[in-house]
């Protein structure tokens, strides 16, 4: 997946995983990388983003645990609220 790339495969997963993850800007990440020594331009932790997100995501999802059938049946289940007051007027 992260053959033939300049950069580390973990500069790159944290990169992506900050831009998809926090609302930061490209410009944002790439000054963040160069306060930890890493000097990355926004246009291409841009790329890697467009890139590795598809895949990244399908990995995830096959690795995912499946719900079973009673938990997802207890996440759907909404109490009833009742109408009338807790006590007495």
Known sequence: MF???HFDR?????CVRWYLA???SLRNLE???AERGIE?????????????SPELLE???RHKRPISRKQSDSRQT???????AAWPA
């Open 10 to 14: 973990s500069v790159i997963l944290l």
């Open 40 to 52: 990355v331009d926004h246009a291409t932790v841009g790329r890697w983003a467009v890139h590795y």
């Open 78 to 84: 909404v109490p009833e609220q009742s109408t009338q």
């Open 31 to 33: 000054e963040m990388m």
């Open 22 to 24: 926090y609302n930061l």
């Open 59 to 61: 990995r995830f999802n």
């Open 3 to 5: 053959k033939g790339r």
